[in-house]
């Protein structure tokens, strides 16, 4: 492995850290998000598509900020996931490879969310961090050509 790309991977792996222990703070601590509020019952949904709809439904109701943060912010919070996986990697950026890792990964937080009672599981959050990731991979593929190009 030639020195750029040595130094690449260690500032991706820098990276990914921070962005993890972001994530882990937003996904089980973060009060504004009501994670230490752990007194009600275990919620879940495992309809596609119930709380996507349901955000957009009631927008109005609810207010955009929570339409925004619940649906955009799902695909927003997983783009950088999708972008430095692949740097870190040790193969081939591989876009399935991606989209798998994130689907596991999230499907992983979704059930600590449950069994620990903050948040809830949600089949919705799984597509739209899946989206995100995606989003950010195919980012990834794009700067990865143009460096090359350049």
């Known amino acids: 492995m030639n020195n750029v790309k040595k130094k690449t991977k260690i500032f991706g792996i820098i990276c990914f850290i ?7 703070y937003l996904v089980f601590f973060a009060e504004s998000f009501g994670r ?12 596609l598509f119930k709380e996507i709809r349901r955000f ?14 619940n649906v955009v912010g799902n695909v927003l919070i997983f783009i950088p ?18 989209l798998l890792i994130t689907v596991v990964f999230v499907f992983v937080i979704e ?7 903050v948040g ?14 995606l989003i950010g991979h195919i980012i990834f ?10």
Do not use: H, W
Request: hydrophobic fraction near 45%; include cysteine; glycine fraction near 6%.
């Open 120 to 133: 809830s599981f949600d089949v919705d959050d799984i597509l739209l961090n899946s989206i995100g990731s």
């Open 18 to 24: 921070l962005y993890i222990s972001l994530l882990i």
């Open 81 to 98: 996931f999708g972008f430095i996986l692949p740097i870190i990697g040790k193969k081939k950026a591989n876009i399935f490879k991606t």
């Open 56 to 69: 957009y439904v009631y927008r109005n109701t609810l207010g955009i900020y929570a339409f925004l943060l």
């Open 141 to 150: 593929l794009v700067f990865r050509k143009r460096m090359s190009d350049a």
């Open 111 to 117: 059930c600590v969310q449950f069994a620990l009672n």
């Open 36 to 47: 230490t509020d752990i007194s009600g019952e275990r919620r879940y949904n495992l309809e």
